[in-house]
């Protein structure tokens, strides 16, 4: 049975069709820093467009509970429409009277934005009064967001529930692309993590560990594993609360898959400027931090790399905002796109981090969605995507 209908499957001609994109983009003084997310976006809103469709184009930006103007999707809107050559009229409302005059209004082939859905009080909750006024609003939803879709929120599950609801292209082609990971994995299968948080990603390091044959680890992370080992770690990022459940971890079944830095680069505060060195694991100095991971560490990561039949990345190595600490998440990067099997990366930085290497076009997949593209490594269900089941016949 298909999982879910595609726009191949509806008429659009004529029809308002409500698109939930992902369009979290991070904002620098209140302009779009980095547009990937609206640029992978916009290939399902042209093509809805030149169908002759109303498109009503909807996401949420940040982590708003209420109106804030901060959090406005007005910067998002231009640089929509100076990427896609036709107007992207910006509506001051997500649900509202606002929003409802501004669809009435559209004729076929324009296209309008909503305001940020977290500005929504329900939209989190996945609120039925919510869920209702979203579907109001159209007579098709297309679910683009891949980003989104691992949370039941009123504007991904309950939009879903209440109109007839098909998959973008964008989420169709993330789905298929990351669920090569999913069954026959071609082996040797290595996922690599990094970035800055053990808690966001400690329950898919469990759940995922089992089905990989190696999982290197790097980032901020990689220090509430190494002081669980027993290791000092001096100032370096670690999660206490952490400590216990990550212990368990490294001594259960499949700890020895797992793999951690054997030096740091370390530095004496966090800083761009800061002074460093490297040294082997737990010999961080009194004060010091590791800020990225060492050149003996690179190298067999590396060698665990290149031979890999799939490598899933999520996360950067080191600070690599900062050159000083960039070799890591670079020389990664130079493996990943150097290894001649199935390559994916996901997460907003780490994205970025390729995008910065130039390298987002030596990888077999680069994903919008990091949370998500996680989850659905692990097994997990996506109910953004389940909810589209209903629809097919
Ligand atoms: P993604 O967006 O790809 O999922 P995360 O958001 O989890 O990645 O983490 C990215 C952040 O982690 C980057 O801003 C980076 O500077 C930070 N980071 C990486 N290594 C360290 C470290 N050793 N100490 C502190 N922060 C780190
Ligand atoms: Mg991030």
């Not at 799939?310 to 998440?329: D, I, K, Q």
Request: charged share 25%; with cysteine; aromatic share 6%.
């Amino acid at each position: 049975m298909k999982r879910f209908l595609t726009l191949d499957d509806v008429e659009l001609t004529g029809r308002t069709v409500l698109v939930r994109s992902d369009l979290n983009v991070p904002l620098d003084d209140g302009e779009v820093g980095d547009d990937f997310r609206i640029r992978m976006a916009l290939g399902t809103i042209d093509r809805l467009r030149a169908s002759g469709a109303r498109v009503v184009v909807c996401s949420h930006l940040g982590r708003p509970t209420g109106v804030d103007p901060a959090l406005s999707l007005a910067p998002v809107a231009e640089r929509m429409s100076e990427l896609a050559g036709y107007p992207v009229t910006h509506v001051a409302g997500t649900v509202g009277e606002a929003a409802i005059k501004a669809v009435n209004l559209a004729s076929a082939g324009d296209v309008i934005l909503l305001e940020n859905t977290r500005f929504e009080q329900g939209e989190t909750e996945n609120d039925p009064t919510l869920a209702d006024r979203f579907a109001g609003l159209c007579d098709l939803f297309v679910q683009d967001a891949f980003g989104s879709v691992h949370r039941a929120h009123a504007s991904t599950v309950g939009v879903a529930e209440r109109v007839k609801s098909v998959a973008g292209p964008l989420l169709v082609s993330e789905v298929e692309s990351l669920s090569r990971f999913l069954g026959d994995t071609e082996r040797p299968y290595v996922v690599i993590l990094g970035g800055a948080k053990i808690s966001d990603k400690l329950a898919v390091v469990k759940s995922l560990l089992p089905r990989t044959d190696t999982m290197l680890i790097g980032g901020g992370m990689c220090f509430t594993l190494m002081k669980a080992d027993g290791l000092d770690v001096g100032s370096s990022l670690v999660e206490d609360d952490m400590l216990d459940e990550v212990g368990e971890l490294l001594v259960g079944a499949d700890g020895h898959k797992l793999r951690l830095p054997s030096d740091i680069i370390a530095a004496d505060r966090f800083a761009e400027d800061a002074r460093h060195r490297i040294v082997s694991a737990g010999d961080i100095p009194d004060g010091w931090m590791g800020l990225d991971i060492g050149p003996e560490t690179v190298e067999s990561f590396s060698r665990a790399i290149t031979p890999a039949g799939s490598v899933f990345w999520n996360g950067p190595m080191g600070v690599f905002e900062w050159a000083a600490f960039r070799a890591g998440t670079e020389k990664v990067a130079q493996a990943v796109a150097g290894c001649a099997g199935f390559t994916a990366v996901g997460g907003g930085d780490s994205a970025a981090a390729l995008r910065m290497l130039g390298l987002e076009d030596r990888v077999s997949h680069l994903s919008t969605g990091g949370g998500a593209s996680l989850e659905l490594l692990e097994g997990a269900e996506l109910p953004g995507v389940e909810v589209l089941k209903r629809w097919v016949e």
